[in-house]
């Protein structure tokens, strides 16, 4: 038992009429309070939470306040975890879980000081720490708070939190806290009461209700003494307020706002089969086998490797950087992301000649290693041909090797390629796309025109597209020849056919 673990700072309720300018906003985690006193965790009530040694072995030996959590929407599956006996403890569930840090009790300075303390001490790049501190923001105005309302809860989360700048840690309930959250109003059917205990003796303790799709449910808070002395009757209406359903189905949370003597049960059942209401929506429960964490508003929760049990970032993590308490955590997260692909290797590996976007997003294509120096090749200076513009070699490791630069307008006013100035396709810039197994296997082969030359006094004045043809295959003939020869080739014209 810890007396210091019943007085952790509690938060109020924030209304409109108090401006949140300038105060630090940071997500409402939906987890399980847990007050660290230096050795051991404990609950709000100041119960001793059973947690392997790996838990906890790399946190400092001095107060510290924050929720262990395993992800929006799994609020159940984090208490199953934390609340069973010493006997029944799985280690292996703990790490899938996070203790997210939002304050350090026996500091003493500003909260903006007791942030930076615990982002100096909390080992944020450690992978045997399973700790973290939470993201934090300043918020701008009253549109601010209410956009990232709005993002959270989309997102599954519970809503947000606001400190006061400036604000000492207090082991009480204080308005220097604040948490905002999104409520839904609906009505039920009171089915029945259950009576009061302690102060409420001989009064009502909880209505029981019905929503219309016959899920039941008990409302206990949101009453006064008089209608705990006078309850509303069985069969009447209620509004109530919740804030979101538990796995199965009931309204979490519920507060009784008041009766509705304008409406009969049949007006609620008939206006629920033209508009759904959310308590009538199934919720979709998350498995039960985790195989990462999650991200929280302004800050990234590294996943974990399953087997190696290290800190890694996947393209499923999503979140903002915070700008203060996870600016550690975010760098870190951007550079295992640089370092880690997590896409699948392509079946055909570097002979895929697929050039659909989405299939290279999707599979990596690695190059090998003679590829990989001739794409860094192609990056380098390269070294003027001899021949120059007149060069007929078409052999790729030459032209990545030799660079062709034209003839100017004033050399040769024939060139048509250097009057409308179109680019040298020796000299275009490759990207390093994934090769087809035609250029890679071009890339590969031997350059068959080594060490011959050619006659620069060739006749280049006849451009007909039919001589050029046979040009080619009588020159490949006689290149065949001259192999055989050993003789020095002679170039002919050849006349019309």
Known sequence: MSTAAKQVLLAEIWTEDIDPTGWWMSEKLDGVRAYWNGSNFYSRQGNLFHVPDFFKVSLPKVPLDGEIWCGRGLFQKCISIVKKQANKVVPDDYKLLTYLIFDAPSHGGKYEDRVKWLQDNIPQDDDKCYATVVGIKKCQNLADLKKCLTDVTAAGGEGIMLRKPGSHYENKRSSTLLKVKTFYDEEALVIGHKPGKGNCTGM?????????????????????????????????????????????????????????????????????????????????????????????????????????????????????????????????????????????VCQYGEKCYRTNPDHHKQYQHPLSKTKRQITKSKTKRKSPCKLGAKCQRQSSIHLATYSHPKKSKSEDPLDIS?????????????????????????????????????????????????QSSTRIKTNKRKRNLEEKSNIKPTRKRIKKT
Do not use: Y
Request: net charge negative; hydrophobic share 30%; glycine share 4%.
């Open 418 to 466: 250097a009057q409308e100035e179109i680019l040298d396709p020796h000299e275009l810039i490759e990207t390093e796309e994934p090769l087809s197994p035609t250029t890679t296997d071009n890339l590969l082969v031997k350059d068959k025109n080594k060490g011959h030359q050619f006659n620069d006094n060739d006749d280049n004045n006849d451009d007909d597209e039919q």
């Open 204 to 344: 009502l303790g909880a209505l029981e209700c019905e929503l219309p799709n016959g899920k039941r449910f008990d409302v206990g808070s949101g009453f006064n003494m008089d209608q705990r002395r006078k309850p509303p009757k069985i069969g009447s209406v209620i509004t109530f307020k919740f804030q979101e359903l538990s796995n199965s189905g009931s309204p979490r949370f519920p507060v009784f706002l008041r009766m509705r003597t304008d409406l009969i049960w049949n007006d609620v059942l008939e206006a629920a089969k033209t508009k759904k209401p959310i308590s009538v929506i199934q919720k979709i429960v998350p498995l039960t086998k985790l195989s990462k964490q999650h991200s929280i508003l302004f800050s990234v929760v590294p996943s974990r490797d399953e087997k190696t049990g290290k800190k890694i970032v996947t393209s499923d993590d999503e979140g903002e950087q915070s700008t203060a308490a996870a600016a550690t955590t975010a760098s870190s997260s951007s550079s295992s992301s640089k370092k880690t692909d997590t896409r699948e």
